[in-house]
């Protein structure tokens, strides 16, 4: 079992940056791919990133590449997502999830846990 706690959402204005942090429970951090989703109210949930469990593959949404990156700490079994360049269409509420293996998906299905979520939210 993974547990997953999310922090760091909040309010941002357009252009602006926020931190997202995902805190895991369990052993086994470093060998599994972790990956960060949002969904906006009325929409599915999408795929932001994903980070493969020893760190050295990343993957990113087209519509998040070059401002957000992710990364993880192996050490504290925490991953982060760094969102840069806000702007009002990645409001959301943000999740993160672990994947079953240490490869990367951009898949929901290929994810058996997952935290809470934190809304992030950018003003125009």
């Known amino acids: 079992q993974v547990q997953l706690v999310e922090s760091g959402g909040g309010l941002a204005q357009a252009g602006g940056s926020l931190r997202l942090s995902c805190a895991a429970s369990g052993r086994t951090f470093s060998s599994l791919a972790m990956g960060w989703f949002r969904q906006a109210p009325g929409q599915e949930r999408e795929f932001v990133g994903a980070?493969?469990?020893?760190?050295?593959?990343?993957s990113y949404a087209d519509s998040v590449k070059g401002r957000f990156t992710i990364s993880r700490d192996n050490t504290k079994n925490t991953v982060y997502l760094q969102m840069n360049s806000l702007k009002p269409e990645d409001t959301a509420v943000y999740y993160c999830?672990?994947?079953?293996?240490?490869?990367?998906?951009?898949?929901?299905?290929?994810?058996?846990?997952w935290g809470q979520g934190t809304q992030v939210t950018v003003s125009s």
């Open positions: 999830a672990a994947a079953r293996t240490a490869s990367t998906s951009t898949r929901i299905l290929n994810y058996d846990y």
């Open positions: 980070i493969s469990g020893p760190g050295f593959i990343k």
